[in-house]
Every structure is written in C-alpha cells, then in structure tokens.
T-cell receptor, first 113, second 116 residues
Framework: DAGVTQSPTHLIKTRGQHVTLRCSPI?????VSWYQQVLGQGPQFIFQ???????GRGNFPDRFSARQFPNYSSELNVNALLLGDSALYLC????????????FGPGTRLTVL | AQSVTQPDIHITVSEGASLELRCNYS??????LFWYVQSPGQGLQLLLK??????LVQGIKGFEAEFKRSQSSFNLRKPSVHWSDAAEYFC??????????????FGRGTQLTVWP
C-alpha cells in the first residue's frame, strides 16, 4: 500500500509570494494533519482536518490556511511568505481523529529567499 | 499546556553499545506517547507507541520504551546499537481529550551518532 505522499518535494519561493503544498493520505484514512519543522527543532502542529472539517489549529498566523477535499487529500496554503516560513512541512494521516498512529509523509522542503 | 522535553540534544555511542534516550512530558493526565525516528531529509517513522496497559512497550528495530507515570517519563532504549540507527529521534505526546485532541506535541529531538 502507498504511504502518505506529498508534493512538491522541494520548493523555492521569494518573500511575499504564495505557496500551496499538497498531501494525499493513506487510503482509508480520514484525518490529515500538517506540521512545520524548522531546522534543528521538532515538528510543530499547524492544522488537523478530519472528515473535511477543521478540527484543530496551532499557533500560526492567518497567512496559513488549509482544506481537505472529499477524497481526504489536503492542501496547505501560505500567503505573504516570510523568510521564517522556510521549513520542512510534514503531512500526517491517521484513521481516527485521535488515539491512533499518525503516519508521516516525506515532507516538502520550502525555502523562502 | 502540553510540552515535551528531550534533555539531550546530541548523543554519541559506539556500535554495539546500549542506548537510552530521555523524554519527559508535561500533561494533566496520562497522554498518548510516541517515539519517532527521522533520517536526514526524510519524514518521521514511528518506532513505538504507548496508549495504556503494560508500561514497557516494544517497537520496531529492537527498540523499547518504558512509561513511568511517577517521573512523567518515556525513555527509549536499545540494548545494542547498530550503525544504521544513526538518526534524529523525537519523543511526542498526544492529547487524550479536550480542545487539543488529535494533535501531537514534539520534543526538539536527540541526534544520535554511532561510532564504528
């Protein structure tokens, strides 16, 4: 079975631009979460979607938004990029809202110049 | 608020030696507990998890972890380290109830170097 997939693998943007990151969960998984991992730190929670509804939001500005589609894939959007948004963005999927294992994708490496 | 502390930023061990990575957490109840491993440029792979029951849990690649409620700890151990274990290790807690249900809180990670 395919694991969690993310696209693109790498991305270079300049300050002020907008970016869209994509995630496809494991088949049958209804929950998708997004995490930001800055170099040298642990992942930090951004969003969780379950059954196409936002079920949690971390301490990130409104420039960050996300959605989940009927097929349970998800997009993370970041507007007005800042240098500090440079990070590895990880997507995780799970069967349930909570209490289950979260399976992580390989991530999208975003560099903001 | 939930938090995870991994006090060791970098650990170096010789191949074949035993390993223990420390993890302490702060949470109002017993949370879900996880250890993940990350190789350079890769995503996170789950090593093991604790939800309830037996406080000594076995994971993949010969790793185990012990939950100690009195110490709010969930330390990861391996009796004999292999060179392929060199990676970064993250401890995480998951909320079991409330507004933060479903999200994971990670420590800052411990980088493991293995000498041949």
């Amino acid at each position: 079975d395919a694991g969690v997939t993310q696209s693109p693998t790498h991305l270079i943007k300049t300050r002020g631009q907008h970016v869209t990151l994509r995630c496809s969960p494991i088949s049958g998984h209804k929950s998708v979460s997004w995490y930001q991992q800055v170099l040298g730190q642990g992942p930090q929670f951004i969003f969780q979607y379950y059954e196409k509804e936002e079920r949690g939001r971390g301490n990130f500005p409104d420039r960050f938004s996300a959605r989940q589609f009927p097929n349970y894939s998800s997009e993370l959007n970041v507007n007005a990029l800042l240098l500090g948004d440079s990070a590895l963005y990880l997507c995780a999927s799970s069967l349930r809202l909570a209490g289950g294992e979260q399976f992580f994708g390989p991530g999208t490496r975003l560099t903001v110049l | 608020a939930q938090s995870v502390t991994q006090p060791d930023i970098h650990i170096t061990v010789s191949e074949g030696a035993s390993l223990e990575l420390r993890c302490n957490y702060s949470y109002g109840a017993t949370p879900y507990l996880f250890w993940y491993v990350q190789s350079p440029g890769q995503g996170l792979q789950l090593l093991l998890k604790y939800f309830s029951g037996d406080t000594l849990v076995q994971g993949i690649k010969g790793f185990e972890a012990e939950f100690k409620r009195s110490q709010s700890s969930f330390n990861l151990r391996k009796p004999s380290v292999h060179w392929s274990d060199a990676a970064e290790y993250f401890c995480a807690v998951g909320a079991i109830r409330g507004s933060t249900l479903g999200r994971l809180y990670f420590g800052r990670g411990t980088q493991l170097t293995v000498w041949p």
